[in-house]
C-alpha cells in the first residue's frame, strides 16, 4: 500500500539539541497527524493538524502542515532522554468512506545524555 | 480510562495453529482498527470497525485472517493457520467519531509463529 516518505530514516543526538524530521507525499492530504512510538508500546499522539500552513505546538514539540498540503515537519527543542523513540507521521486524504490513515515508516530517534 | 487493551501481549505459537488476538475498546469509542507493524512494512492496516461493523477489510492480507466484533467492548483477530510470514505486532486502536484520526492504541501482540 501506499506510505509516506519520512526522513530522516534514524538519528543520534546529543541532550539539548533540537530535532528536525519531516513527511512528504506525492499526494495532497486533509490531515496530518504525528505519533510517538515508545519499545514494547503502541504509538501515541502527538498532534494533529488540520489546515495547510498551520502550526501547532505540543510542550517542546512544534509541528507544521506544509503550504502545499503535501508535507509536514516535526521540530524537537531541547532533547532529553525521554525523547527516544519512533516518530511516525500519518496523513489522510479524504473524508467520508476515504479516511484511511496513510503512514510513513518512522524515523527511530537516540538521544545521547 | 484503562486505555485499549490488547491480549496476550506476547503468543509463540507453531506454524499450522489458530491464533486469536483480541481487543477491548476505550468505551464510548465506535471505531476500532486492526494494524499489523513489521521493520520491513511498518504500519498496516488490516481491517477497521464503525459501530461493530466491518466497513474496510482490504488490508487483510488472504482468507487465513478474519475478525470480528461481536459488540462495541470486544473484537478479536484470527489467524487460521498460522505462518511464520505472519510473525509481527499486531496493534489494536480505536477512536471516536469525526476525530477518529486521533488513534489511541493498545500495546499490542508480539506473534511469533515458528
Known amino acids: 500500500g501506499q506510505q509516506l516518505n519520512q526522513s530522516p530514516q534514524s538519528m543520534f543526538i546529543q541532550e539539548g539539541e533540537d530535532v528536525s524530521m519531516n513527511c512528504t507525499s506525492s499526494?495532497?492530504?486533509?490531515?496530518w497527524l504525528w505519533y510517538k512510538q515508545d519499545p514494547g508500546e503502541g504509538p501515541v499522539l502527538l498532534i494533529a493538524l488540520y489546515k495547510a500552513g498551520e502550526l501547532t505546538s505540543n510542550g517542546r514539540l512544534t509541528a507544521q502542515f506544509g503550504i502545499t498540503r503535501k508535507d509536514s515537519f516535526l521540530n524537537i527543542s531541547a532533547s532529553i532522554p525521554s525523547d527516544v523513540g519512533i516518530y511516525f507521521c500519518?496523513?489522510?486524504?479524504?473524508?467520508?468512506?476515504?479516511?484511511?490513515?496513510?503512514w510513513g515508516l518512522g524515523t527511530s530517534l537516540a538521544v545521547n545524555p | 480510562d484503562a486505555g485499549v487493551i490488547q491480549s496476550p501481549r506476547h503468543e509463540v505459537t507453531e506454524m499450522g495453529q489458530e491464533v486469536t488476538l483480541r481487543c477491548k475498546p476505550i468505551?464510548?469509542?465506535?471505531?476500532l482498527f486492526w494494524y499489523r507493524q513489521t521493520m520491513m512494512r511498518g504500519l498496516e492496516l488490516l481491517i477497521y470497525?464503525?459501530?461493530?461493523?466491518?466497513?474496510?477489510d482490504s488490508g487483510m492480507p488472504e482468507d487465513r485472517f478474519s475478525a470480528k466484533m461481536p459488540n462495541a467492548s470486544f473484537s478479536t483477530l484470527k489467524i487460521q493457520p498460522s505462518e511464520p510470514r505472519d510473525s509481527a505486532v499486531y496493534f489494536c486502536?480505536?477512536?471516536?467519531?469525526?476525530?477518529?484520526?486521533?488513534?489511541?492504541f493498545g500495546s499490542g501482540t508480539q506473534l511469533s509463529v515458528l
Open positions: 486502536a480505536t477512536g471516536r467519531g469525526s476525530t477518529n484520526e486521533k488513534l489511541f
Open positions: 500519518a496523513g489522510r486524504r479524504g473524508a467520508g468512506n476515504n479516511r484511511k490513515l496513510i
Open positions: 499526494s495532497i492530504f486533509n490531515t
Open positions: 468505551s464510548g469509542h465506535d471505531y
Open positions: 470497525f464503525n459501530n461493530n461493523v466491518p466497513i474496510d
